[in-house]
């Protein structure tokens, strides 16, 4: 096991994986912008190092002086949590170059897959179906030509990353240019990447994933599914899991296709497979998240597997003592993101000091935040602030806890979006499990 390892990220992910850390005996360095010097997870690491300016293409995402802390500081290993450099190939190669551990996908694999238009091609390689589109797109003018085979309405995609950023819908040729330009610009300056893709528009689908834990002995496990179709502008709002759209003999089969994806191409850590469902019981491959998702806690309420301390364990040479058997899905679970924004103002992000927080409590609730009273939120990140999620023995169950859990939190001080999700957990369309990718464009929202 690792006596020391850094965490290459900020905010909740970043204290999720201290607190793993500090719960397996690991010393923690954190590192830090400018902007974050009094954030929490500086304060509860062991160790803590700024890294340069606001940005995150100045700080987060500046490799070199990620590693040169990282040299100095005689850590053994990196978890870069999600997001950021968490799915880049050559950072996880300047990390085992330096004899670093990075705990994630082997960089081979994360090539394959992380790069969204290739694990296309791996995917439709193994005979899996993948959601009809093209390649890369290099210019505006390319992505038109490719859209007179590919189809209108159709989506523009990032190769890298993930979080729904990079993302434009298209319905016609007079809107490719100005599309084109803001998903480039977006992906480049959130992943340091601005090459895009497409997708034909597939609607009214729902948005399933599977979570994977693979050693480095060749054994994979699948700890169920994800329900995340509930989303606004392709971000993921709310999760859960199990998903009431998958029947036992699908779960079955998409369990087998995406373990055998894994292994196929030498899968190490945890990882997601994503699929869009049709109402008529078809699937299509749409990506896989080489990395920790921000949903991974419904997984670990439902399963009761810590992933970030199985991500630790594998990238330390441990073999996964569970087995496919073990996985039981007798729970419900929910996640509400939480994030600093203005429902009443078109979600624009909000800024501000933390002056009231009350986190809720209670048996099966958990709130994962870096919020403290009295903190002051950047303008640089994210809008993510805060993730509540619950579990139950059945479904209504979780729900009726979400509801008490979310009425009872208080962040005052910046704008936020707990009600609209109040709001979206008594929609009959949630509440019978019926809503879809669409749920929230058809209201506007």
Known sequence: MFSKILIANRGEIAIRVIRA??????????????????????????????????PAQKSYLNMDA????????????????????????????????????FIGAPDEAMGKMGDKAAARQT????????????????????AKREAKTVGYPL???ARAGGGGRGIRRVDRDNEMEAAFTSASAEAQNAFGDGTLYMEKLLTHVKHVEMQLLCDQFGNVLCLGERDCSMQRKNQKILEE??????????????????VAAAKSIGYVGAGTIEYLLTDDGRFYFMEMNTRLQV????????????????????ASGQELTLRQEDVQLDRHAIE???????????????????????????????FDTALYQGYVIPPFYDSLIAKLIVSAR??????????????????????HNAQTHIDLLSEPEFVNGTYTTDFLANRNV
């Open 21 to 54: 850390c500090k719960e397996m005996g690991v010393a923690t360095v954190a590192v830090f912008s400018e902007a974050d010097r009094d954030a929490l997870h500086v304060s509860l690491a062991d160790e803590s190092y700024c890294i340069g300016p606001g």
């Open 241 to 258: 899991s199990p998903a009431q759209c998958v029947t036992p003999e699908m779960r079955t089969k998409l369990t087998e296709l995406s």
């Open 394 to 415: 059945t479904r209504a169950e979780a729900i009726r806890k979400m509801q008490a859990a979310l009425c009872e939190m208080v962040v005052e001080g910046v704008e």
């Open 66 to 101: 990620i590693l040169t802390i990282a040299r100095s500081c005689g850590v053994q290993a990196i978890h870069p949590g999600y997001g950021l450099l968490s799915e880049n190939p050559e950072f996880a190669r300047r990390c085992e170059q330096c004899g670093i551990r």
């Open 155 to 157: 989506l523009l995609k």
């Open 123 to 142: 995917m439709r390689g193994l005979g899996m179906p993948v959601i009809p589109g093209c390649d890369l797109v290099k210019s505006a003018a390319a």
């Open 336 to 366: 509400c993101r939480i994030n600093a924004e203005d429902p009443t103002h078109g979600f624009r992000p909000s800024c501000g000091q933390i002056t009231l927080l009350h986190v809720p409590g209670g048996p099966w609730v958990r």
């Open 295 to 314: 949903e991974h806690p419904v997984t670990e309420m439902v399963t009761g597997v810590d992933l970030v301390k199985w991500q630790i364990r594998i």
